[in-house]
């Protein structure tokens, strides 16, 4: 509009001269053509591909116009030559977003008139297309459009209600912008949008107008606990433009889940399904078809119990006042029951009674005679918990009228009859009347009365086919009418299906006979074959199903004549029969005998000599038996005997121990052979195991003795070992051991010297063996060593516990010097070569428990400590430091060595129950948890002083040496007396190093 204005101001001056002009001419009066520019030259941007020109015509006669354009404003071409008269011209196929100039020559021939002034005009960029809605929530619209033009340098958005007449602009967005977000809207209004593409003042055309409807939000949503697995919820509907609605549900803490999709307007739901005493959070929020309302408040709810059901009623038989009450529990979750009770039908129900969680009986005898009370029970859990009402049951004390007839059944015999069945459940009725309706609750009429302990009736009053009615039955005597029976319905029939033809017999035998015959319906459900011995007393053979035509029927017997019929049925009723047809069966083998078995005559049987057996002889026409038998290796079968007829034993004495037989028996006559009986498998007895011998017991422990023996014999079953504590005292049993496993381990015994007597015996199905030779075995004792060498003489060589052996020039004695703590030690001496002196103490081996050693050292040369001897058990080279270990592995055992400490404690730790090794000196952890071979009985801890020229040192010595075995506290108060160690001689190794002692026991 300002570019528009402004070409006005531009071009009124030269308007004005033309009319000035013009005036002019009229005034001289008429003249020839004259050649003028055109005057009041305008451009227009129609789009962003056209331009429209016009101009005021200020010559006369015949003159056209050509139509120049430049797009620097300095070069021009030609675009259009217009026809005299013309006034106007639109330029197509241009470019969005650029500058285009004009001009206008007036022509007439070849003469042109000068050019106008130039004009100047921008195209408009090219219009956002799709405007489209891709969200929209209660407070929030997002929109998205095609961005068509590549000149833009911005977006202009605007948006009105759909009730205001003008737009106005919501937001100025950036160039290549294709999304924005409206986040100032109210919920449920409908709003309109445009875009337009801008380049500075310059705008598109306008983009497709979107109408966007705003939904709000449900409220007052609100949940109410229906039953144990339903919950109903109800909102307000505060919007008229939803699809729909989403409702959401979590249980208690969980994540939210879709509990139903809703159409719109929906303001109510019952959420099904739910589990009993929970609590369920409820959340509904409003659909659009692209958007979703805010979420409504949260309602939150929680399941009742599920209600005991089946609650019934019954008097004492000799106490009618006297009530018991049972009923099923149907809640895993209730704490208790409250029980209810109330006098007469206009009563009020009062707690009776409270009852613990699981409980389904109650006997109440708090009753008057000639009452009626009513009962009914409920669920409950801590919180106000409750279930709904039980069903309520009512009793009288003292019975009047009779019992209510119960289980009323009803059967359709065919289109016009209806059967009735019901439970007698009086004794003092008079009768029972037999009511009828077309609907359930209301419309019966009486339509017989029968007599008493009558339970059965056929209603063939008036019935139509394909007619649906209802029944109910009460018992009535002079004191009135019971209640009524259970209502049942039921729906007359179609008529019956047409009869079979044609029953023929297609073949027969002694074990069957086959029949044939047409089917002429088409709407049975099956046939049923019936059969008579006499062709009067008929019997139910078989039903077939629809559109069988053939049957066999193997229920037959030789030489004996047998009479066929059949008819078809379907839910309406039975056809009628077909033709009747006769058949006279051959001989038959002889009956199967059956029940093969051991013969129960015979105390012993199976022994180690014999085998006794019987059957059932189920024929009366055969000429004798066979008897097979079978048995490994070949397990072929064998005719072993052949008995006279009317036999039904036999005794084979052809039989070893412990082997396993297989019989079967068949019959026989003129007919051939019977069938097969059943095959019958006995195992004659075992002998009796021999007796285990070197029977040998072995400590395996503080507390454990390991036995071990042998058997000459392979057939027992098992072992029973038995112990006695004394000497003279009864043997026990104290475990078993399976086949194959000659040894046991006796755990959890008394430590310390305490002694054991053993002896085994074998056991299989034969009976039990000898016992075995009695061994015996000591449990070993426990041990703590506290030594400071006070009990020694000073120049005296430790005796017993400790054993020295040094090469020449070696020795050790007892010394007050004040090496630490001003106790004696032990102090040893080598004044030549390089010889080794050992300190060893030795004990039983340790599997459990935790072992300490402690001990202070001045070090003359090399030191090591092995531990584990005998048990194939060393520590791996790789287990010490580089700075502890001597890196040497004599005899088969690591040594830690080359320690640079002088006087400092050295405490080493082995813990047998977990494994642990650890290693301080002076209360720093040099060596922890290191890797470490697996743990095995501790027997030995020696002690290395190595002294020697190799080293120039002349002398060692170590005191205060502590060794203790923790053993479990209850064993903590038993000693043992301290074994010695016996030293063997040096063993040589390679020069430079040291001598090493090898001990041994």
């Not at 380049?199 to 709000?216: H, K, P, Q, Y």
């Not at 065919?414 to 007698?424: A, G, T």
């Not at 180690?608 to 189920?618: C, F, K, L, R, T």
């Not at 055992?893 to 129950?913: A, C, K, P």
Request: charged residues 25%; negative net charge.
């Amino acid at each position: 509009m300002k570019r528009f204005s402004f070409l006005l101001i531009f071009l009124f001056p030269i308007f004005l001269l033309g009319i000035i002009g013009c005036n002019g001419d009229d005034d001289d009066g008429p003249s020839g053509p004259t050649l003028d520019p055109p005057s009041n030259l305008s451009a227009v941007a129609l789009s962003n591909s056209e331009v429209e020109l016009t101009w005021v015509d200020r010559s006369s006669g015949a003159a056209g116009f050509i139509v120049e354009r430049s797009t620097d404003g300095v070069n021009w071409l030609g675009i259009a030559e217009i026809e005299a008269g013309g006034t106007g011209y639109t330029n197509s196929g241009l470019s969005e977003g650029k500058v285009y100039h004009y001009r206008i020559k007036a022509k007439i021939g070849s003469d042109m008139s000068v050019a106008t002034e130039p004009v100047s005009v921008t195209t408009l960029p090219i219009t956002p297309e799709d405007l489209v809605m891709t969200n929209v929530t209660g407070s929030m619209i997002e929109l998205s459009w095609s961005d068509e033009s590549d000149v833009e340098d911005g977006y202009n958005l605007e948006r009105k209600l759909e009730s205001a007449e003008d737009f106005t602009s919501i937001a100025e967005l950036d160039a290549n912008s294709i999304t924005c977000q409206d986040t100032d809207v109210e919920a449920d209004k409908v709003y309109i949008y445009r875009i337009q593409a801008t380049i500075g003042d310059i705008a598109s055309e306008w983009s497709n107008e979107l109408t966007v409807s705003v939904i709000m939000g449900p409220s007052d949503f609100a949940a109410i606990v229906v039953s144990c697995s339903e919950i109903g919820l109800t909102w307000t509907d505060n919007s008229m433009v939803e699809t729909g609605f989403r409702l959401e549900r979590k249980a208690g803490t969980g994540d939210w889940v879709v509990a139903a999709n809703l159409d719109a307007d929906v303001v109510s739901y019952n959420d099904t399904g739910l589990e009993e005493a929970t609590n369920y959070s409820y959340q509904v929020i409003g659909i659009l078809e692209d958007g979703e309302s805010d979420p409504s408040n949260i309602a939150t709810a929680t399941t009742m119990l599920i209600s005991p059901v089946n609650l019934t009623a019954t008097k004492e038989e000799n106490n009618p006042t006297i009530i018991n009450l049972l009923w099923e529990e149907a809640s895993n979750a209730e704490d208790g029951f409250e029980l209810q009770r109330k006098l007469g039908a206009e009563g009020q129900y009062m707690g009776l009674i409270n009852l613990p969680e699981n409980t389904t009986s109650y006997t109440d005898p708090n009753t008057t005679a000639n009452s009626t009370y009513y009962y009914r029970l409920r669920a409950i859990a801590s919180g106000d918990i409750i279930s709904e009402w039980s069903n309520e049951i009512s009793i009288i004390t003292t019975i009047l009228t009779p019992q209510a007839p119960s289980d009323l059944e009803l059967e359709a015999l065919s289109y016009y009859q209806v059967k009735l069945n019901w439970q007698d459940n009086s004794d003092n009725e008079l009768g029972f009347v037999i009511n009828r309706s077309f609907f359930r609750f209301e419309g019966y009429s009486v339509i017989d009365t029968v007599s008493l302990d009558q339970t059965e009736y056929i209603d063939d009053e008036d019935l139509t086919a394909l007619t649906s009615y209802y029944y109910h039955v009460y018992a009535f005597n002079a004191d009135g009418a019971s209640n009524l029976s259970n209502i049942v319905r039921i729906t007359t029939l179609e008529g019956p299906p047409g009869a079979p033809q044609s029953l023929t017999i297609e073949e027969f035998s002694y074990t069957h006979v086959k029949l044939n015959w047409m089917d002429t319906a088409d709407n049975e459900e099956g046939f049923v074959i019936e059969k008579s011995l006499s062709g009067d007393n008929w019997e139910e053979l078989v039903r077939l199903s629809a559109d069988s035509s053939w049957c066999f029927d193997f229920d037959v017997e030789q030489l004996t004549t047998y009479y066929y019929r059949i008819y078809a049925f379907n839910y309406v009723g039975n056809s009628d029969y077909s033709n009747s047809v006769e058949i006279s069966t051959p001989l038959a083998p002889p009956a199967t005998p059956t029940s093969l078995r051991l013969d129960e005559g015979w105390e012993n049987n199976p022994t180690i000599e014999m085998v006794a057996i019987e059957w059932d002889d189920n024929s009366e026409d055969e000429l004798g038996f066979k008897l097979y038998r079978r048995l490994p290796p070949s397990m072929a079968w064998a005719e072993i005997a052949e008995l006279e007829n009317d036999e039904d034993d036999f005794i084979d004495e052809n039989v070893d121990p412990s082997t396993t037989y297989n019989y079967y028996v068949i019959a026989y006559n003129d007919a051939g052979n019977s069938g097969f009986s059943n095959e019958f498998s006995v195992t004659t007895p075992m002998l009796p195991p021999v007796a285990p011998e070197q029977l040998e017991a072995e400590p395996a422990g503080l507390t454990e003795i390991q036995l071990s023996w042998r058997t000459e014999g392979r057939t027992e079953t098992h072992f029973i070992i038995e112990r006695r504590d004394e000497e003279d005292g009864e043997f026990i049993e104290i475990g078993q051991s399976p086949r194959w496993a000659y040894s046991f381990n006796d755990m959890d015994l008394e430590p310390d010297d305490v002694t054991y007597w053993y002896r085994v015996k074998a056991v299989n199905s034969g009976g039990i063996s000898d016992y075995s030779n009695i061994a015996e075995a000591t449990t070993p004792s426990l041990l703590i060593i506290d030594d400071d060498f006070e009990d020694y003489d000073v120049d005296g060589v430790p005796d017993g516990i400790w054993s020295v052996t040094g090469g020449a020039g070696a020795s050790a004695s007892i010394t007050d010097e004040d090496f630490h703590s001003e106790e004696k030690s032990v102090y040893f001496t080598d004044t030549t070569d390089a010889n080794a002196q050992l300190q060893a103490i030795d004990f039983f081996p340790i599997r459990d428990g935790v072992f300490d050693y402690w001990f202070k050292i001045k070090l003359g040369g090399y030191f090591g400590l092995a531990t584990w001897v005998g048990a194939n058990v060393g520590f791996a080279e790789s287990f010490f430091p580089d700075s502890t270990l001597c890196n040497w592995n004599g005899g088969g055992y690591d040594v830690i060595g080359r320690f640079d400490i002088d006087e400092e404690w050295i405490h080493i730790t082995f813990n047998l129950e977990d494994g642990n090794f650890t290693m301080l000196f002076d209360d720093e952890v040099i060596i922890e948890d290191q890797r470490m071979v697996s743990v095995g009985p501790i027997s030995e801890i020696w002690f290395f002083t190595f002294t020697g020229a190799a080293s120039n040192t002349e002398d060692a010595w170590v005191d205060d040496v502590h060794l203790e075995i923790i053993v479990p506290e209850e064993d903590q108060g038993l000693r043992g007396p301290l074994r010695t160690l016996e030293v063997p001689a040096v063993k040589n190794i390679p020069p430079g190093l040291f001598n090493i002692i090898s001990p041994s026991k």
